[in-house]
Nanobody, 123 residues
Framework: QVQLIESGGGLVQAGGSLRLSCVAS????????MGWFRQAPGKEREFVAT????????RQADSVRGRFTISRDNAENTVYLQMNNLQPEDSAVYYC????????????????WGRGTQVTVSS
Protein backbone atom coordinates (compact mmCIF):
# COMPACT_ATOMS: atom_id res chain seq x y z
CA GLN A 1 0.00 0.00 0.00
CA VAL A 2 1.37 3.38 -1.03
CA GLN A 3 1.43 6.04 1.66
CA LEU A 4 2.03 9.70 0.95
CA ILE A 5 2.67 12.14 3.77
CA GLU A 6 2.82 15.87 3.13
CA SER A 7 4.49 18.47 5.32
CA GLY A 8 5.67 22.06 5.18
CA GLY A 9 2.41 23.94 5.13
CA GLY A 10 1.69 26.89 7.37
CA LEU A 11 0.76 30.55 7.61
CA VAL A 12 2.74 33.05 5.56
CA GLN A 13 2.33 36.67 4.51
CA ALA A 14 1.70 37.60 0.90
CA GLY A 15 4.95 37.61 -1.03
CA GLY A 16 6.47 34.95 1.19
CA SER A 17 7.63 31.43 0.41
CA LEU A 18 7.00 27.89 1.59
CA ARG A 19 8.43 24.54 0.59
CA LEU A 20 6.13 21.55 0.75
CA SER A 21 7.47 18.01 0.97
CA CYS A 22 5.77 14.69 0.33
CA VAL A 23 7.41 11.44 1.39
CA ALA A 24 6.26 8.18 -0.17
CA SER A 25 6.51 4.77 1.44
CA UNK A 26 5.42 1.24 0.61
CA UNK A 27 6.40 1.45 -3.02
CA UNK A 28 9.10 1.94 -5.61
CA UNK A 29 8.92 5.69 -5.84
CA UNK A 30 10.32 6.11 -9.33
CA UNK A 31 7.46 4.02 -10.79
CA UNK A 32 5.13 6.96 -10.26
CA UNK A 33 4.50 10.28 -11.85
CA MET A 34 3.99 12.68 -8.96
CA GLY A 35 1.69 15.65 -8.72
CA TRP A 36 0.52 18.41 -6.44
CA PHE A 37 -3.10 19.54 -6.27
CA ARG A 38 -4.88 22.02 -4.03
CA GLN A 39 -8.38 22.57 -2.76
CA ALA A 40 -9.76 25.77 -1.29
CA PRO A 41 -12.98 25.81 0.76
CA GLY A 42 -16.03 25.46 -1.46
CA LYS A 43 -13.96 24.82 -4.57
CA GLU A 44 -12.98 21.81 -6.64
CA ARG A 45 -9.59 20.20 -6.18
CA GLU A 46 -7.34 21.72 -8.82
CA PHE A 47 -4.08 20.82 -10.49
CA VAL A 48 -0.93 22.65 -9.43
CA ALA A 49 2.05 20.80 -10.89
CA THR A 50 3.31 17.41 -12.00
CA UNK A 51 6.73 15.84 -12.56
CA UNK A 52 7.72 12.79 -14.57
CA UNK A 53 9.25 9.63 -13.15
CA UNK A 54 12.92 10.22 -13.84
CA UNK A 55 13.76 12.86 -16.46
CA UNK A 56 12.38 15.76 -14.46
CA UNK A 57 9.86 16.89 -17.08
CA UNK A 58 7.46 19.26 -15.33
CA ARG A 59 4.14 20.93 -15.97
CA GLN A 60 2.48 23.63 -13.91
CA ALA A 61 -0.89 25.29 -13.86
CA ASP A 62 -0.97 28.73 -15.47
CA SER A 63 -1.90 30.26 -12.12
CA VAL A 64 1.39 29.19 -10.51
CA ARG A 65 3.84 29.18 -13.44
CA GLY A 66 6.88 31.26 -12.62
CA ARG A 67 6.18 31.14 -8.88
CA PHE A 68 5.95 27.43 -7.98
CA THR A 69 8.48 24.72 -8.83
CA ILE A 70 8.02 20.98 -8.46
CA SER A 71 11.01 18.68 -7.99
CA ARG A 72 11.70 15.17 -6.79
CA ASP A 73 14.47 13.17 -5.17
CA ASN A 74 14.02 9.51 -6.05
CA ALA A 75 16.75 8.45 -3.64
CA GLU A 76 14.77 10.04 -0.81
CA ASN A 77 11.31 9.01 -2.08
CA THR A 78 10.30 12.65 -1.85
CA VAL A 79 8.60 15.21 -4.06
CA TYR A 80 8.77 18.91 -3.30
CA LEU A 81 6.81 22.02 -4.15
CA GLN A 82 8.71 25.26 -3.78
CA MET A 83 6.22 28.10 -3.61
CA ASN A 84 7.44 31.68 -3.98
CA ASN A 85 5.62 35.00 -4.05
CA LEU A 86 2.59 33.43 -2.40
CA GLN A 87 -0.70 35.26 -2.68
CA PRO A 88 -3.94 35.00 -0.67
CA GLU A 89 -5.58 33.12 -3.55
CA ASP A 90 -2.99 30.37 -3.08
CA SER A 91 -4.52 29.52 0.31
CA ALA A 92 -5.75 25.93 0.22
CA VAL A 93 -5.08 22.41 1.38
CA TYR A 94 -2.28 21.05 -0.78
CA TYR A 95 -2.30 17.38 -1.70
CA CYS A 96 0.45 15.16 -3.02
CA UNK A 97 -0.61 12.44 -5.47
CA UNK A 98 0.98 9.51 -7.32
CA UNK A 99 0.05 8.22 -10.75
CA UNK A 100 0.89 4.83 -12.22
CA UNK A 101 -0.25 6.08 -15.60
CA UNK A 102 0.87 9.05 -17.58
CA UNK A 103 0.00 11.57 -14.91
CA UNK A 104 -1.49 14.83 -16.05
CA UNK A 105 -3.53 17.73 -14.79
CA UNK A 106 -6.50 15.41 -14.29
CA UNK A 107 -6.96 14.21 -10.73
CA UNK A 108 -8.62 11.05 -12.08
CA UNK A 109 -5.22 9.96 -13.41
CA UNK A 110 -3.80 9.67 -9.88
CA UNK A 111 -4.07 6.46 -7.90
CA UNK A 112 -2.84 7.52 -4.46
CA TRP A 113 -3.30 10.65 -2.38
CA GLY A 114 -1.90 12.11 0.80
CA ARG A 115 -4.05 13.70 3.47
CA GLY A 116 -2.95 17.21 2.63
CA THR A 117 -1.21 20.12 4.30
CA GLN A 118 -2.79 23.53 4.89
CA VAL A 119 -1.30 26.63 3.33
CA THR A 120 -2.69 29.98 4.42
CA VAL A 121 -1.51 33.25 2.92
CA SER A 122 -2.44 36.46 4.68
CA SER A 123 -2.74 39.78 2.84
Amino acid sequence: QVQLIESGGGLVQAGGSLRLSCVASGTTFNKYVMGWFRQAPGKEREFVATISRSDGEMRQADSVRGRFTISRDNAENTVYLQMNNLQPEDSAVYYCAASQRTGSSLKEEYNYWGRGTQVTVSS
